[in-house]
């Protein structure tokens, strides 16, 4: 039987979920053997390992590692942990033990934990520039990943202890801090640590600091004018941003547009939405959903990246975003997946797994090579190579993957996301299993008392059919909800070879068959990929008159390797014939498009800038990759959106 679902839902862990197939688990073998550790020797290499255990400001060593970094090592931890959950591994598990034990070693007698720790008067003195609060939520998820890969309880005992500092610290009471972070990831570190031990302190902390944020007084004012007069340590660049940088500027629950950095704002809403899921705060999921709506409906780039301003990384205003300038840092593509999947599992709408599934494919791994050891910082929607040489461009857009950065906050952040991918694929509901993603491998979890192992056998997103297995030890009745992707139009649907009208079942982009499920049950679910013309909102000034190409859940762009320089000059028919083709040796396997596109003629412009007149056009084939997978091979041009004829 078929039904419609309206329900919240729990993720599966992601310990009970196993990858195998052609897309994802070739990546996530290299995140393994190659990315993680690489990042760990740049870490050792560059001290942050042993910035725990300074001395503040020691002139006997020199000048300490760049706090900027302060996180980056909990990141890792997290994202190596998160791996051998799911894959045993001596080496990468020693190496996991000594970064510990190399933090653990820098914990104050009072619980305090920090890069470079700083003298006790200045502690929580500089919220707005220094991440105290931000390094240690890393700690916090880290500690969480590694108590549930491992059984391991020695960097959670640590956190605890920094935790309950923090609520000693942090509130109204007499002699407290009425503060919060400059940069927002405690809160939701907070309810992990929470529903890791049960300690309510924990989640009534993180609902105060998403609460006190922004509150007049302006606690970042006050606190800003003690810097100055007291001479407490800074570094000078809250002089130069205004509080909507750090979502500070009014009370979250009265904000209607994301504004400001964008890493910080969805590390925010995300914890917002954790807290909406503890407490049952319906005016603040009612905030979360007002906020996601500004994000995706009007400031999201087609590839599902955020943040379209290199000046502060940030959002900016409806509608605004540019290509070739455009930021969209890997941190905060990653960070809307984080957002998507929590308000997914507070309200099972489709919405949010479609744009968790567009980033995911699009906007985030375009943030990693496929050799796992090169990354982009800014994930541009337009390459011109000259444009990164002059001017404050150079400093963010690029167009060859770099092997590190000064901030290196996304590296980490990329290789824990793919090593904790399989928690974000299936969820339960109290009657059954939702399947968000379509990724080949199996999961297990419990329908009532009885154990369920489910299959998918699918080329996806390469290919349009995903085959669903179903093995209950012994038969048993239970819901198996099926995302229907918003993308996808004249899906079909086949259970023990029987077709199933899904024509009056999909509700918020799932459909649920309810039904006592005996082992060996097969469901065969056809989504349709044909070759989709993309098109802008005409308040989208910078795309008019243009389309980008799509396939499924992949967006694809034109590189200059494959078509030529002055990609800008292309004019794509609106008639021409487009196929789509898979490549078993291009960029590690890859379904292309391929077309033809006119192109001017060069002919009789000679030395001229402009001349009246049309120029004569030309016939040329176009052959479009994977966005995720450009900056592969020789670096040159890009574009996505193709102007249109």
């Not at 050792?44 to 090592?73: F, H, M, Q, S, T």
């Not at 007049?216 to 810097?227: G, S």
Request: proline residues 5%.
């Amino acid at each position: 039987m078929l039904t419609i679902c309206s329900r919240q839902l729990a993720p599966v862990p992601w310990t009970r979920v196993e990858i195998a197939d052609r897309f994802w688990q070739p990546r996530r073998e290299t995140n393994r053997t190659v990315t993680l550790p690489l990042e760990y020797e740049i870490n050792e290499k560059n001290g942050v390992l042993d910035a725990y255990v300074w001395d503040w400001w020691d002139p006997a060593k020199g000048n300490p590692p760049w706090r900027i970094w302060v996180g980056d090592i909990s990141k890792w931890i997290e994202a190596a942990c998160y791996s051998l959950g799911t894959r045993p591994d001596a080496e990468l598990a020693a190496l996991v033990d000594h970064a510990v034990e190399s933090m653990l070693k820098g914990q104050k007698e009072d619980g305090y934990l920090y890069s470079n720790p700083l003298p006790r008067e200045w502690r929580f003195a500089n919220l707005q520039e220094l991440h105290e609060l931000y390094d240690i939520g890393h700690g916090m998820e880290a500690a969480v990943a590694r108590l549930q890969a491992t059984g391991q309880r020695d960097m959670l005992d640590a956190m605890c202890r920094y935790a309950d500092l923090l609520d000693a610290t942090f509130g109204h009471g007499e002699g407290q801090i009425p503060g919060y972070d400059g940069h927002p990831e405690v809160e939701l570190a907070l309810v992990k640590l929470y529903r890791a031990t049960g300690e309510r302190r924990y989640l009534d902390l993180a609902k105060f600091f998403v609460d006190e944020r922004g509150r007049e007084p302006n606690y970042f004012k006050q606190e800003m004018e003690k810097i100055e007069r007291d001479g407490i340590f800074h570094m000078g660049w809250y002089k130069n941003w205004n509080y909507s940088y750090c979502q500070a500027h009014q009370p979250l629950r009265e904000q209607q547009e994301a504004f400001g950095h964008a890493v910080r704002a969805l590390y925010l809403y995300s914890g917002a939405a954790d807290v909406a899921a503890e407490t049952g705060d319906a005016e603040l999921l009612d905030t979360c959903r007002r906020l996601w709506r500004s994000v995706t409906h009007r400031r999201m780039y087609v590839t599902g990246g955020v943040g379209s301003s290199p000046h502060g990384e940030a959002f900016t205003f409806d509608y605004d975003l540019p290509n070739e300038t455009g930021y969209a840092e890997t941190c905060a593509n990653i960070a809307l997946v984080f957002f998507a999947h929590r308000m997914l599992q507070l309200e099972a709408d489709g919405e949010y797994a479609d744009v968790m599934e567009r980033a995911l494919y699009n906007g985030v791994m375009s943030g990693i090579g496929l050799d796992g050891k090169s990354f982009f910082y800014a994930n541009h929607l337009t390459a011109y190579p000259q444009s990164t040489l002059v001017g404050h461009a150079a400093d963010h857009v690029a167009v060859r993957r770099q092997g590190w950065f000064g901030c290196a906050c996304c590296p980490p952040n990329i290789a824990r996301l793919i090593s904790s991918l399989g928690g974000y694929i299936y969820s339960t509901a109290p009657d059954g299993l939702f399947i968000h993603l379509y990724v080949g491998g199996s999961v297990t979890f419990q329908a009532g008392d009885t154990s369920v192992k489910v299959t998918q056998r699918t080329d996806y997103p390469w290919d349009e059919k995903v085959v669903i297995t179903v093995q209950p030890e012994i038969p048993c009745e239970f819901t198996l909800g099926l995302r229907i992707p918003g993308w996808c139009r004249g899906a079909r649907l086949r259970l023990n070879g029987k077709s199933l009208s899904l024509k009056d079942f999909i509700d918020r982009g799932y459909t649920c068959i309810i039904r006592e499920w005996r082992p060996g049950d097969t469901v065969e679910l056809i989504l349709p990929m044909p070759i989709e013309r993309i098109e802008a909102n005409p308040r989208v000034r910078m795309n008019c008159g243009k389309v980008a190409l799509r396939r499924g859940p992949v967006v694809y762009c034109l590189e200059e390797i494959d078509n030529g320089k002055e990609l800008a000059d292309l004019m794509l028919p609106r008639d021409a014939e487009l196929t789509a083709e898979y490549r078993p040796r291009l960029l590690g396997g890859s379904v292309v498009i391929r077309g033809k596109a006119l192109r001017r003629s060069a002919v009789g412009w000679n030395d001229a800038l402009y001349r009246a007149g049309r120029s004569k056009v030309k016939e040329v084939d176009i052959l479009a990759v994977p966005y995720a997978r450009w900056a592969n091979r020789t670096p040159g041009e890009m574009i996505v959106w193709i102007r249109e004829r």
